[in-house]
């Protein structure tokens, strides 16, 4: 066994004068695991009655890297902490491998909001000395608070329960206040499931019917998931409140599943067993159990929330099994003793939220742009950046227009990438902007703008915000004598010499009058062909050819970011007519004014 390193021991010494802490052993290499625990009791006062004994057992484990890398206390599995509470992992030993400790980690870190809600400095030191008292520290508090029942308070941020879901499979489910709505009215409280198959790793779901056969909710995804192909079924049910044992404990077997549903009145094997006869073909099915949630502890209940499990393979219909009918009811009796036992391990899956509100709340556009129609013109370096920026941020409808195949040359400032290759460029973007969210809705017209074709026109006619990054005049005048159902806001991005510059012009009125927009453009790209006189032109290849743009990929992702927020501002403020230069200097942008204007 190596050595203890001297920056552990320092760490130890001061846990010595600490009350209620006690080191029951020196640091041990853990040579699997490839870290250092340390055994220790912690007590503290707790109220008469509390889950909570006064004094439990600890493992501490530390980096070999300490003071740095990561620091987890975990109970110890016969003295510790049998139950799982707030602000700790699954605490069940259900599954996992023997050892002497139990997996329920307690979360002592800064953010917590449990132990940083009374004025405690959660600014966690990273010196050896000081590190581990603090954590400890920590801990103390924290088993202080769980043992009066304090480790949540009203209009703390809800957590869910720690389902501890493994495996390769992960279920998407699109779920916000209006769906949570549909639920509400909904009369079934269990049904059938279609789930659709985004890659060979995720699953998300498309159809909750009923029993009969009635559609209950049908999420509203993209074209991502909506043009998948593969299906999968399972079984939906609701409950009315967060699946968990108190304080906190997820079920973790057939058995203690079957347990908290009865608590809500919810008969589990009366469910599947009339949902099963759908299911026995052979194959591996879900089980997904909703119940609505808050965003803080108390709140109002604000969107469903789905926890997903792996059913048991059903025996095949027909099959004869010794013993049992081969019916129904029989082949039921047999798969209940086969696969059901109460003790039977429960096999969670992951599951997250795909739903708009839920995306965005890491950081979105104005939310007028998740309403918009928008049109782009133009995918090329300037356009397939601002592109990709306005579906990350928010834009579900999107229409991209550009006649261009994509070369090997673009790929230095393009987001497409070499599998692309000789594919027209806005078909390209629209799979690649399609997949990068689920709910957006992109189409391509593989051609100019204005498009010729009627269905083209159709949905070209339909759009709220023009985006033109062509920086073709031709377009100006083809798009002001287009019929728009309704005047759309116009915007017009285009870059300068090593885009050194950018150029904006936007109205929310309809489209740009031509004459104006080269009025205003006009001096500029006089000045820029002062500036740039003599420079060399990059060709792509040799011959006489048009010259192609020269600029580094950063400076026109930097400017693409910069128009997008520019535009997002302008939108966001309703009417507007706005004109602006932007100059870069490396990365530091500026206002311009023309010289002398």
């Known amino acids: ?42 007590t503290v006062n707790v109220p008469e009655g509390s889950a909570v004994p006064s004094s439990t057992r600890w493992h501490l484990h530390l980096s070999p890297n300490y003071p740095l890398g990561t620091i987890d206390l ?58 581990l008292p603090w954590h400890l520290g920590r801990a103390k508090l924290w088993l202080g608070r769980a043992a009066k029942g304090e480790l949540v308070l009203r209009g703390e941020p809800f ?92 079920p973790m077997t057939w058995g203690e599943l079957r347990e908290q549903l009865s608590s809500q009145g919810i008969d589990l094997m009366t469910i599947l067993e009339q949902g099963a006869s759908s299911l026995r073909d052979g194959e591996s099915h879900l089980l997904l159990l909703g119940y609505p949630i808050p ?13 997903a499990l792996a059913l048991p393979i059903l025996t095949k219909k027909g099959a004869r099994i010794k013993g049992f009918r081969n019916h129904g009811a029989g082949l039921w009796s047999y798969d209940c003793a086969k696969s059901f036992r109460p003790d039977s391990p429960l096999r969670w899956a992951p599951t997250e939220n795909g739903s708009d509100p839920e995306l965005t709340s890491r950081g979105s556009l ?15 370096a300037l356009g397939s950046a601002v592109a990709e920026l306005l579906v990350r941020g928010g834009v579900r409808q999107l229409v991209l227009c550009d006649s261009d195949d994509l070369k090997v040359g673009n790929l230095v400032r393009h987001t497409l990438t070499a599998t692309s290759l000789g594919e027209n460029k806005a078909e390209a973007l629209a799979t690649r902007l399609n997949d990068a969210s689920p709910n957006a809705h992109v189409r391509a017209i593989a051609g100019d703008c204005p498009p010729t074709e009627e269905a083209d026109r159709d949905v070209a006619a ?47 009125a309809g489209t740009v009058d031509p004459a104006e927009y080269l009025d205003w453009i006009d001096p500029w790209l006089a000045l820029e062909r002062r500036e740039f006189r003599g420079s060399p032109a990059v060709r792509p290849s040799a011959g006489c050819h048009h010259p192609a743009f020269p600029a580094r990929p950063d400076h026109v992702w930097l400017l693409a970011a910069t128009a997008t927020s520019w535009m997002n501002e302008l939108l966001a403020a309703g009417e507007f007519a706005a004109r602006e230069v932007f100059a870069r200097d490396n990365l530091e942008l500026t206002r311009e004014r023309l010289p002398g204007g």
């Open 1 to 42: 066994m190596p050595s203890i390193p001297e920056e552990i021991l320092e760490g130890c010494r001061p846990l010595e004068e600490v009350p209620g802490l006690e080191l029951l052993s020196e640091a041990a290499w853990c040579a699997d695991l490839k870290l250092w625990c340390i055994e220790l009791s912690v």
């Open 74 to 131: 975990l109970p110890d599995r016969e003295g510790g902490l049998t139950e799982t509470f707030h602000h700790q992992l699954n605490n069940s030993i259900v599954g996992v491998r023997e050892r002497p400790w139990r997996p329920g980690k307690i979360c002592l870190d800064t953010g917590t909001a449990a132990l940083d809600r009374h004025g405690e400095d959660p600014s966690e030191p990273r010196t050896a000395a000081a590190r």
């Open 159 to 250: 957590e869910l329960p720690d389902y501890r879901p493994g495996g390769d499979l992960t279920v998407l489910f699109r779920e916000d206040s209006a769906s949570l709505s549909a639920w509400r009215d909904a009369k079934a409280r269990w049904g059938n499931l279609t789930l659709k198959w985004v890659n060979p790793r995720t699953l998300a779901t498309t159809a909750f019917t009923s029993p009969s056969g009635e559609t209950v909710y049908a999420p509203a995804w993209g074209e991502r998931v909506s043009a998948s192909q593969g299906e999968s079924r399972g079984v939906w049910l609701l409950a009315s409140e967060p699946i968990a044992t108190p304080p906190w404990q997820a």
């Open 295 to 307: 965003l803080k502890v108390g709140g109002e209940l604000e969107r469903m929330h789905w926890i």
């Open 366 to 380: 104005d939310g007028c742009w998740c309403e918009a129609r928008v049109l782009c013109i133009g995918a090329g």
């Open 462 to 508: 339909r759009v709220t915000v023009i985006i033109d990054c062509s920086a073709n005049d031709e377009v100006l005048h083809q798009l002001s004598a287009f019929p728009f159902e309704t005047p759309p806001a116009s915007f017009h991005l285009s870059l300068g010499g090593h885009a050194r510059r950018l150029f904006l012009y936007g109205q929310s």
